[in-house]
């Protein structure tokens, strides 16, 4: 019977770059989990519409093109859902025992604040690195191998 593979690809991908990211898993039908993957294919999606390629080039017409207003409040609903795995993770953080990225870096950045005072690893960045990590991760990854299973489907011999 045919099926989209779509949701069940990103989910996967999404789920494998989460574990790396926060040390975890959620399970596909998890809600907070399904709208994130909603913010990232809306965002990838609204990217490459006319409206957000305008905004580009003219940022002056922002305020008239509702897709870049769409864009923006999905990154800050992302972003505060961000900020708030963070300040969970801050407060469990075993610097011997590193648990995921989110770890690793809350480690680097506490070692870059005793040298400095204006580093590298500061929370913008995580979160900018992060976010970046999930949303190309997920759709590159996914995007390849949707095209590989299409592939398959058209040349069976090289399965």
Not at 3 to 18: E, G, H, L, M, P
Not at 125 to 150: C, D, M, P, Q, Y
């Amino acid at each position: 019977k045919p099926f989209d593979v779509q949701r069940v690809i990103t989910a996967a991908v999404s789920n494998i770059i989460v574990s790396i990211l926060l040390g975890k898993r959620y399970d596909y039908e998890d809600p907070t989990f399904l709208r994130l993957l909603e913010i990232i294919t809306e965002n990838i999606h609204l990217s490459g519409t006319p409206n957000i390629l305008l905004y580009n080039i003219f940022p002056m017409l922002g305020f008239l093109l509702g897709a870049r207003k769409k864009v923006t409040n999905n990154r800050k609903e992302f972003h505060d859902f961000l900020q708030t795995t963070f300040i969970e993770y801050v407060k469990n953080l075993d610097e011997n025992d590193p648990r995921n990225f989110i770890d690793s870096f809350l480690i680097q950045q506490r070692e870059e604040n005793k040298k400095m005072a204006n580093g590298y690893f500061h929370n913008e960045n995580l979160k900018a690195v992060s976010s970046n990590l999930f949303a190309a991760g997920t759709e590159t990854t996914g995007s390849t191998l949707r095209w590989a299973i299409l592939l398959m489907m058209k040349y069976p011999e090289i399965q």
